[in-house]
């Protein structure tokens, strides 16, 4: 197929900030694009070619857009894949497939295949109602703590908690759900894998999430990770032995808890552009962005090594800012070596919404992640009015 | 100014590949931007907020389309020079300002500005109308070989030429132009230099534009310039001097002659991004565009440094092919290490059109070099039928 022809269209369902960055590379390969999302004020509604409205969980909706395009792809994982199922069927190219982004969207399935395929991963157990975790702890079969998962849809703040005591358990919704054993890690860390159809295969370098020592919360990705290189060597292999099992095509974002006793033990996996790569635009030979679409239109892969070490952090709305969006700050930070804001576009910011994120790059990591405290003191993602 | 607000509109007159390139920074810093051009398919239609179509040297559409934007900028000098002086005097920001493109717009102008301001350039004549240039000829006030260059609106191929004898003289326009010593050199050079309104000023590396030894056509902008660092800093204090001397407010190329005695002319400049930048995409802390955008937004200027040498080829349209595009071998240009394309999106190609680049970045300049001579034989630009 001639990508680089308006004969070719590539399809992308979602328009948010994944997709949007995803599109700095189409425009810069002259490819043509329709993207789809139910907001009509999304990040990626301009800078594609068509753009439309429609709900990525109804059927209908998926397979009439899937079949004006060529080959289609999505920036989120909650759309409808029996749709995508029955393009690929007509022969429309779906990458990743329907099979790969359905064992991903429930939690359940995506731990048995890990353990089907001997990739290593915590302990956990199944359950169809999270009613159903009481009686197991009262078995002994379970034990606290634990870490809850709702099987679905799950994101990180809404459908994973830890849990320490029974009454943790109260609040958290009636559904399919797993109980994890809680990994007292050393680090998280994460490989972005690319995969094209003809097999090529590529890893970028081990990141590292630095979390806050109190709030548990992500503060920096760090590339390339701090750790010794016999551990990045093995997260790295663990990562490409994840994406073969899925046979995967495009990126295999692959979140791994480094332990204790430095084994290595995947998390969960992102089957697209991931926040954890966003450094890579500023830091890398080939951003994730461009190689997601090298991957999925199957063009050779680019180089994913670093050409500096890169920092990012992300730009969440401040906590009691409901509104429109104002970046204090923002011209601050800018004076800061190595330092480039990306703002998605969001009209509004609300307490914790992704609004944007931040690279730091530098030749010295350390001094990389020195700037980056700053630039996390420095801006404010906040609102004309203060709703405390 | 908030520029981080939908309230603030950036105007573009313009909306070629460079425009096209600027676009990739206001989407990545949110910044509502509005193009105007000529063609209905510009490659800038994609990306900004708003695109209009209407003749860039008709002063009323200058006027109007003025009017609506907050900051003015043009990335092409053909337009209305009247119409920007009205719209700074109306209290609009036209950066660069008029005052400088109206001095540059004319070749001959632009040569008494850098005699005016004692900086260096090569000996020159200027004429009503080329008519004139033979009299001067056999009046011994002009020998040959000398550069016509046509004064206004003059570009490579179309408003130069080397005239060597009399009979090279009898095909040309009869317009007002200039006689300039012809300079035999060493090397082409050119520097980038960014000044915002606070008048923070930054250089880019100085590159070296490597010509076909035949042809007499740039082949290859390599950055670094391959030469001794003293020739280095001595090219980046004459772009300085020159940018100064404009009180100039965004980016300005300037491009230079290393004589044979080590000398450094100015030959002429630029007040946009330029050719000979391109390589910044890949290569440097920050993109000649994003600095385009931060220069005349008075926000902070980026690192100008490079990360990996990069070395630029122009993809131009092969002789005999005119009609849709065809990019052959594109994707095994893409095998190659580090390489990247940039497809304008001009849909026809007919000979010599500018129809896109390629980057090649490598820690080591010479090995770069060396692929970027494996690309250039590689992919050809051509066109379904050829018309020979």
């Not at 016999?230 to 791994?256: C, N, Y």
């Not at 011209?331 to 576009?345: C, D, F, L, R, S």
């Not at 980056?372 to 003191?377: D, G, R, S, T, Y």
């Amino acid at each position: 197929m001639n990508y680089f022809s308006s004969d070719f269209t590539l399809g992308i369902l979602g328009g948010g900030q994944l997709g949007k960055m995803m599109l700095y590379t189409t425009r810069k390969f002259d490819i043509k694009t329709k993207v789809i999302d139910p907001s009509e004020s999304a990040p990626s509604r301009l800078a594609c070619d068509d753009f439309e409205t429609g709900d990525l969980m109804d059927f209908d909706t998926v397979v009439n857009f899937g079949r004006t395009v060529d080959v289609l792809t999505f920036e989120i994982e909650n759309v409808n894949v029996d749709a995508l199922e029955t393009l690929e069927d007509e022969g429309i190219k779906v990458f990743p497939s329907s099979k790969t982004l359905r064992t991903i969207q429930n939690k359940a399935t995506q731990k048995l295949f890990y353990r089907d395929n001997d990739i290593p991963t915590s302990p956990f157990s199944r359950f169809a109602y999270t009613s159903e975790i009481k009686d197991a702890v009262d078995n002994g079969g379970l034990s606290y703590p634990f870490v809850w998962k709702s099987a679905q849809f799950g994101y990180d703040g809404m459908g994973v908690k830890i849990v320490r005591r029974y009454t943790d358990l109260i609040d958290l919704p009636n559904v399919e759900c797993i109980a994890e054993e809680l990994v007292p890690f050393k680090h998280e860390l994460a490989v972005i894998v690319a995969r094209n159809e003809d097999g090529d295969l590529k890893t970028y370098p081990v990141v590292e999430m630095e979390f806050h020592p109190e709030a548990n919360q992500v503060e920096y990705v760090i590339c390339p990770a701090r750790i010794p290189d016999t551990i990045a060597k093995k997260a790295e292999l663990v990562a490409l032995r994840t994406a073969s099992a899925f046979e995967h095509v495009g990126l295999l974002a692959v979140e791994m808890f480094q332990t204790q006793d430095d084994e290595i033990l995947v998390n969960e996996v992102a089957p697209r552009p991931h926040n954890s790569g966003h450094y890579s635009i500023e830091g890398s030979y080939t951003s994730q962005f461009e190689q997601q679409i090298r991957a999925i239109l199957n063009l050779p892969l680019g180089k994913t090594e670093s050409t500096v070490a890169g920092v990012m952090v992300n730009l969440v709305g401040a906590e009691d800012y409901t509104g429109d969006v104002v970046y204090e700050n923002i011209e601050k930070i800018m004076t800061m070596e190595g330092v480039t804001p990306h703002i998605y576009g969001k009209k509004q910011t609300r307490p914790f919404r992704k609004m944007g994120h931040v690279t730091i790059v530098n030749s010295d990591v350390n001094e990389a992640r020195r700037i980056a405290e700053e630039v996390k003191k420095t801006i404010k993602v906040i609102s004309a009015t203060n709703t405390k």
